[in-house]
T-cell receptor, first 110, second 117 residues
Framework: DQQVKQNSPSLSVQEGRISILNCDYT??????FLWYKKYPAEGPTFLIS?????DKNEDGRFTVFLNKSAKHLSLHIVPSQPGDSAVYFCAAANNNDMRFGAGTRLTVKP | KAGVTQTPRYLIKTRGQQVTLSCSPI?????VSWYQQTPGQGLQFLFEYFSETQRNKGNFPGRFSGRQFSNSRSEMNVSTLELGDSALYLC????????????????FGPGTRLTVL
């Protein structure tokens, strides 16, 4: 059962523009949401998180938006840089479990 | 500060065997989580240990088990290996002391790539 979905397997943006990565979840019991970045042959790297009591969290170029009614979260990267090219995973968690999306491969073109 | 280390980095086993993977967290981190990554299923949470106790558990069969030692090092064991267990197994450590496992940043190790023949 895919409780967390990233419907776009890939995304390509121009350097300097905004990258928007989307994630949908089905289980309303999730109360914590995270984004990870993964380069080939490396473990995931934590990027940013948000708890269900908030609808926005910002950290530098990265902002995560949470829409609980739509069960949707998104990661905005502004401005996008070539070094941001990687696979991005969203994850949804509660006290007992964590589920990941399949990932979106972001390519930022110079 | 040294990062999360996992041993071995690569492992080849045959069906029916059992395997033990090791994870050494960052010094001072008491939470260790294990994940499985496969091309078909993506990244999946296995379980989390905190202070030598399994605190959270994902949706995996009982063939997957783990433990944590007093120095926070953790081992994961898979018994009766199946072909589908071939995957990259990642562990991550965190400093969290709260009941919520996810409110502190997790640091991932490089993973152990297990191949089951």
């Amino acid at each position: 059962d895919q409780q967390v979905k990233q419907n776009s397997p890939s995304l390509s943006v121009q350097e300097g523009r905004i990258s928007i990565l989307n994630c949908d979840y089905t289980n309303s019991m999730f109360d914590y949401f995270l984004w990870y970045k993964k380069y080939p042959a490396e473990g995931p790297t934590f990027l940013i998180s948000i708890s269900s009591i908030k609808d926005k969290n910002e950290d530098g170029r990265f902002t995560v938006f949470l829409n609980k009614s739509a069960k949707h979260l998104s990661l905005h990267i502004v401005p996008s840089q070539p070094g941001d090219s990687a696979v991005y995973f969203c994850a949804a968690a509660n006290n007992n479990d964590m589920r990941f999306g399949a990932g979106t491969r972001l390519t930022v073109k110079p | 500060k040294a990062g999360v280390t996992q041993t071995p980095r690569y492992l080849i086993k045959t069906r029916g065997q059992q395997v033990t993977l090791s994870c050494s967290p960052i010094s001072g981190h008491r939470s260790v989580s294990w994940y499985q990554q496969t091309p078909g299923q993506g990244l999946q949470f296995l379980f989390e240990y905190f202070s030598e106790t399994q605190r959270n558990k994902g949706n995996f069969p009982g063939r997957f088990s783990g433990r944590q030692f007093s120095n926070s090092r953790s081992e994961m064991n898979v018994s009766t290996l199946e072909l589908g267990d071939s995957a990259l197994y990642l562990c991550a450590s965190a400093t969290t002391n709260s009941q919520t496992s996810w409110d502190n940043e997790q640091f991932f190790g490089p993973g152990t790539r297990l191949t089951v023949l």
